[in-house]
């Protein structure tokens, strides 16, 4: 309820300067306005008019707004272009057109300091753009329909004010930036996160941490109270413990006080981890539970199922490195500027969802087996005294509610990978809009952190040491206390009871 949407978009129209001096830019920035602004052209048709050429034009944006101020709670700026083409019968936009864009940004703390350089590049984007009218003369004026652009992005916002100076050098001898069209004007949406949400945030990791970390040093503590050696599903578990830590951990808060402008790809592969932990861990769940005859209990024995997961993850850490990685020195680089570089992000994003539906679809067949043998399992009931029966259908009971509870859980983590993979690239494929909630990303997240609370909970061996005349005949016949879904039916040391049914072989 107190959290904002996630993300704010905030439109900036560029301001054309007028900067005569030649090769100065690395020295002098041209201010949009305030007490140092520059000399401005209100159009094209004035420059023509006053003999200024397109070399000389500067079209300069100042962030934020006048009045106001940049914050470190903001933790990113995403920013995307779009080019107002009008269209003229002398000056028509060519059929692939590219645009080579001379770009500069800077930053100041204060509104007297001088601006400091944070990065400078020569940049070429590709236009897309379609004309609704025929090409006529009666035409002319209309402007073009064009597709955003992606122009930089920054993984921090440590400064008050940022200043992007962007020209377009023209050279008719080498080609560049001919046949672009006329370009009345060059506007930016700048997309940062919302400061109430990082709190909210923030908030949300550094209480869920702690929480986390004391119930993994219990289970931990209680497998290691064991003589036996752990089984593979308490290791998987307790990696799984170690993987919603690490993405628990609130570092962010540095983030506040120091320019990491790395944090962005930290945190997709803090994620990354996690999401290829969180859906091994699903396969080898399931598959200990199946009551077959293969050979279980090795980490080995899943490998055909978690090898897949393992390439999948580390060619989407592989991606991720060739945009934010690359975006650590050139902010204003970007893998969807090119044709491969796009094809290749498509079919990354397409891929995974694709895979993600599929395991998804695998991970319900073999909860559908797992259920079928265990209900194989009811059908002995009968045949128990009613302490023991009592207990085992309790048991029954709740290891289904788990599964389903499983289920549920990858289902709304598969729907909240592809939403926002498609949110992150909805800017960068231009038509396709997905508002999404921050209750959605602070639910899932709450909900991955119960997830694996209540399996370390309900996976920890149990402490109870019942009496050989408990464990060889009616499970709590004359005892008074209530049974656990992980109650050890013979000693101290056996495996959890939910497993030990679950490995009896069809013999019983």
Avoid at 57 to 86: C, G, N, R, T, Y
Avoid at 447 to 470: C, I, R, T
Wanted: glycine share 6%; proline share 4%.
């Amino acid at each position: 309820l107190p959290a904002p949407s996630p993300t704010t978009a905030v439109p900036y129209t560029s301001v054309k300067c007028i900067d005569v001096r030649k090769n100065h830019h690395k020295t002098k920035w041209l201010m949009p306005w305030g007490p140092n602004h520059c000399k401005k052209l209100k159009d094209f048709d004035e420059a023509v008019s006053r003999q200024i050429e397109a070399n000389d034009i500067v079209f300069a944006v100042h962030i934020p707004l006048p009045s106001k101020e940049m914050s470190p709670w903001f933790q990113f700026m995403l920013f995307i272009m779009q080019l107002d083409i009008a269209f003229k019968m002398d000056n028509d936009l060519k059929e692939n057109a590219e645009i080579t864009l001379d770009v500069s940004l800077a930053y100041r703390d204060n509104m007297f300091d001088d601006w400091e350089e944070i990065a400078h590049a020569i940049e070429i984007r590709k236009l897309k753009c379609t004309f609704g009218s025929p090409k006529t003369v009666e035409s002319e004026g209309r402007h073009y329909d064009c597709d955003f652009l992606p122009f930089m992005e920054i993984g921090s916002v440590a400064h008050k004010y940022y200043l992007i100076n962007i020209r377009l050098p023209v050279n008719d001898r080498k080609g560049i930036n001919v046949g672009i069209g006329e370009i009345k004007d060059i506007r930016l949406v700048g997309i940062h996160q919302n400061g109430g949400f990082t709190k909210v945030w923030f908030a949300m990791k550094t209480f869920l941490t702690p929480s986390i970390l004391i119930i993994m040093v219990w289970y931990w503590r209680r497998i290691t109270l064991m003589t036996r050696a752990p089984v593979l599903l308490e290791k998987v578990i307790f990696a799984l413990g170690i993987s919603m830590t690490f993405i628990n951990i609130p570092v962010e808060w540095f983030s506040i006080g120091f320019d990491w402008t790395w944090m962005l790809l930290f945190g997709d592969i803090r994620q990354g981890i996690f999401y290829a932990m969180l859906l091994s861990f699903w396969i080898i769940f399931c598959g200990e539970h199946m009551m077959d005859q293969n050979e279980r209990n090795r980490l080995s024995g899943y490998w055909k199922q978690v090898g897949p997961i393992a390439v999948g993850s580390f060619c989407l850490f592989i991606f991720d490195m060739c945009e934010r990685g690359v975006q650590l020195k050139n902010p204003f680089y970007s893998i969807w500027t090119t044709e491969v570089g796009t094809e290749l992000a498509m079919a990354f994003i397409i891929v995974a969802g694709i895979c993600l539906c599929l395991y998804f679809l695998f991970l319900c067949f073999m909860v559908f087996q797992v259920f079928r043998n265990i209900s194989g399992k009811q059908s002995s009931l009968p045949a128990m005294s009613k302490a023991r029966r009592l207990h085992y259908e309790g048991l029954i009971f709740r290891f289904k509610f788990l599964m389903l509870i499983t289920l549920a859980c990858a289902a709304m983590t598969v729907i909240f990978f592809i939403v926002s993979q498609v949110t992150e690239g909805h800017w960068k494929w231009g038509d396709i809009t997905i508002q999404v909630n921050s209750a959605f990303f602070t639910g899932i997240y709450g909900m991955w952190n119960l997830y694996v609370f209540a399996l370390m909970f309900l996976y920890a061996p149990s402490h109870k040491n019942y009496g050989e005349d408990q464990s060889n005949g009616d499970l709590g016949v004359n005892s008074g206390e209530e049974l656990q879904l992980t109650t050890t039916i013979t000693h101290v040391d056996g495996p959890t009871e939910v497993y030990k049914l679950a490995r009896k072989e069809a013999q019983e």
